[in-house]
C-alpha cells in the first residue's frame, strides 16, 4: 500500500505481510530518483523482525495454497495479468522514477510480465508426475513433483518489475508460497507494487509478502531466511559479488539456491552476416537500459571486412538514441541507477583510454546520464574487455577478427556464460558454431538481450543456474517416489 503524505508530496511505502499493509510509523528510509535525486518515496525500514513474521506467513499459507485446485490458481493469475495491463501508464511511470527505465524498456518488461503470468496459470494443469516400471514383482512405482515450502527471494534495482514477478510467480505457480526482499533502491517496482496487484486480483492472505529494508540491512533479513527451517529454498537474482555471500550462507545452512546472476554476453558477427541488421540487433542488445541488463551485449567480434561499416552505421544509430529523463516518451537512454555505476563506467573507459584505446562515440557522463560509449583497438587486459568483470552500464567493445575461430576462443575466455549472439546468413554455419558455447543462452541473428516468457532463461559458470519458463519446474519442485507393493517381498534375511 502507498499513502500519500500530501503536506509533502511523499508517498511511503509498508510491508506486506500476511495479507496486510504493515508498519505505518515505523522508521523508513528514503528511495531518490536517480536522475536527479529527488525522494520518489519513503519505504518501511525492516529487518529480522519482519522477516521471521513473513517467514511465518508465508509458511502457514503453504499447505493450502500446495493444495489448491490448478482452476482456482489459474484465475487469480489470470486477473493478475489483467491488472498489470490495466496500469501500465502508472508502472511506466513509477519503473522512470524508481529505475531510469526508459518507456521502450518498461513497455518490455509489463509485457513479458503479463505474458509470463498467463502462461504459468496453466501449469497446475499439466502431468504432475509419471508412472514407473518397478523390477519387483508387483510393485508400482509413483514420481510427483511437489512444491518446496516457502521460498525466499531477493530481487535486483534493474529490470525490476519483469524479474521481480519470476521471483514470485514461478514458484508459486508450482505450489509454493513466497517472501520477496526488493532491491532497496526500487522497492516499489522490484516487488511492493507486485503485493499490491497480487492482493487486488485475490491471492490468498500469506501466499506472497513483501518486506522491505534500508541500505545496509539487507544482510540481516538474508540470515532470517537461512535459518529458517521453513524456507526451502532462496531464489536470488543479482550480482556475482551478492551471490558468492549468500552461497556460502547457503553452504552452511544446506540450503537449495536459485541464482540469476551476470553476464559478459559476446556478440560474434561472421563476415556473411547482415549488416544492417546487426548493427539493429547490437544497438537494442548493448544499449537496452544503459546497458544495465545482465544480458546485454558488452563485446562484439566482427568480421574486418564488415568492421568499419559496422562501426560507422553503430556509432551513427546510437548517436540518434535520446538521452534524458524516461519519462519523455522519446528518450531511450536514461540515467544509471547511481553514482557509482556513473564512476565505474568512467573508471574503465578512462582505463581502456590509457592502455591505447580508441574512443568512437561517448565517454562524458552529463550528471547520471552517460551516453552509449563505443571502444575499438581495446588492448586484451583493460578492465572493461578482460570478460573477467561485468561492466554494468552503456559501454561496448568492437574487436576486429580475420579468424573466426580464434575470435569464438576469445570470445569465451569469461568466467560468465549467461547469454551469447552470432550474425550470420549461413544457418548451418551458426548451429554449428552455437552448439560450441559455453552459455546457458546463445542466440542466432538476434541480440544477446531477446528475452520471451515461455523461454528458459539462465546462465553456465559464474551467471549461475536455474531457468525461467517452464523449465523453472527443476528448481520450484522435489520430486517424490512413491511405491506400492502388491505381492509380499522376498528378502535375503
Ligand atoms: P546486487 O547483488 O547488488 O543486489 C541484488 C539483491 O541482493 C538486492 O535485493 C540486494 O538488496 C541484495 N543484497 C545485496 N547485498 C547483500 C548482502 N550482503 N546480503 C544479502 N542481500 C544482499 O545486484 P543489483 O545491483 O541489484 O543488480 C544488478 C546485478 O544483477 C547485475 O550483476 C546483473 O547482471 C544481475 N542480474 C542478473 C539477472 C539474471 O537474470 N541473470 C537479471 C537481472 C540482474
Not at 187 to 214: C, D, K, M, Q, Y
Request: aromatic residues 8%; hydrophobic residues 45%.
Amino acid at each position: 500500500m502507498t499513502l500519500s503524505v500530501a503536506a509533502e508530496r511523499t508517498t511511503i511505502t509498508t510491508h506486506f505481510i500476511d495479507g496486510r499493509w504493515t508498519d505505518v510509523g515505523g522508521p523508513t528510509f528514503p528511495v531518490f530518483n536517480p536522475l536527479d535525486g529527488e525522494i520518489v518515496s519513503e519505504s518501511a525500514a525492516g529487518g529480522a523482525i519482519e522477516a521471521k513474521a513473513a517467514v511465518a506467513a508465508a509458511a502457514a499459507a503453504f499447505p493450502a495454497w500446495a493444495n489448491l485446485a490448478p482452476g482456482a490458481r489459474q484465475m487469480l493469475f489470470l486477473k493478475a495479468a489483467d491488472i498489470v495491463e490495466r496500469r501500465t501508464e502508472e508502472l511506466v511511470e513509477l519503473m522512470a522514477v524508481e529505475g531510469g527505465a526508459s518507456r521502450a524498456f518498461s513497455a518490455f518488461q509489463i509485457r513479458l510480465s503479463a505474458a509470463m503470468l498467463r502462461q504459468a496459470a496453466g501449469w497446475g494443469y499439466l502431468p504432475a508426475g509419471d508412472i514407473l516400471r518397478s523390477d519387483v514383482p508387483g510393485r508400482t512405482a509413483t514420481v510427483t513433483r511437489k512444491p518446496l515450502g516457502v521460498v525466499a527471494g531477493f530481487t535486483p534495482w534493474n529490470g525490476a518489475f519483469y524479474l521481480a514477478w519470476r521471483t514470485f510467480l514461478l514458484p508459486m505457480a508450482f505450489g509454493n508460497t513466497t517472501v520477496i526482499k526488493p532491491s532497496e533502491l526500487a522497492p516499489r517496482s522490484a516487488g511492493l507494487v507486485h503485493a499490491e496487484i497480487l492482493e487486488e486480483a485475490g491471492f490468498p492472505a500469506g501466499t506472497f509478502n513483501v518486506i522491505t529494508h534500508a541500505p545496509g540491512a539487507a544482510a540481516e533479513i538474508a540470515e532470517v531466511f537461512f535459518e529458517s527451517p521453513a524456507v526451502r529454498c532462496i531464489n536470488f537474482t543479482g550480482s556475482d559479488k551478492t551471490a558468492r555471500i549468500l552461497g556460502a550462507q547457503a553452504g552452511r545452512a544446506l540450503k537449495r539456491m536459485v541464482l540469476e546472476l551476470g553476464g559478459f554476453n559476446p556478440v560474434i558477427i561472421l563476415d556473411d552476416a547482415d549488416l544492417e541488421e546487426s548493427i539493429r540487433a547490437v544497438t537494442f542488445g548493448a544499449f537496452l537500459h544503459q546497458g544495465q541488463v545482465c544480458m546485454n551485449s558488452r563485446k562484439v567480434y566482427v568480421h574486418s571486412s564488415l568492421h568499419d561499416d559496422f562501426v560507422s552505421g553503430l556509432t551513427a544509430r546510437v548517436e540518434g538514441l535520446k538521452i534524458g529523463d524516461p519519462r519523455d516518451p522519446g528518450v531511450i537512454i536514461g540515467p544509471l541507477i547511481d553514482d557509482r555505476a556513473v564512476e565505474q563506467i568512467q573508471v574503465r573507459v578512462q582505463d581502456a583510454l590509457d592502455r591505447g584505446a580508441t574512443l568512437v562515440t561517448g565517454g562524458r557522463a552529463n550528471g547520471r546520464l552517460y551516453p552509449p560509449t563505443i571502444l575499438t583497438h581495446v588492448p586484451a587486459d583493460a578492465i572493461c574487455a578482460t570478460g573477467a568483470d561485468e561492466t554494468f552500464g552503456p559501454l561496448l567493445v568492437i574487436e576486429a577478427f580475420d579468424d573466426a575461430e580464434a575470435a569464438f576462443r576469445a570470445s569465451q575466455n569469461t568466467p560468465f556464460g549467461l547469454s551469447a549472439s552470432i550474425m550470420t546468413r549461413d544457418r548451418a554455419r551458426g548451429l554449428d558454431l552455437a552448439a560450441r558455447f559455453d552459455t546457458g543462452i546463445i542466440h542466432i541473428n538476434a541480440p544477446t538481450m531477446a528475452s520471451e516468457a515461455a523461454l528458459p532463461v539462465g546462465g553456465v559458470k559464474d551467471s549461475g543456474w536455474g531457468r525461467s519458463g517452464y523449465y523453472a519446474i527443476e528448481d520450484f519442485t522435489e520430486v517424490r517416489l512413491t511405491t506400492l507393493s502388491s505381492e509380499p517381498g522376498r528378502y535375503p534375511f
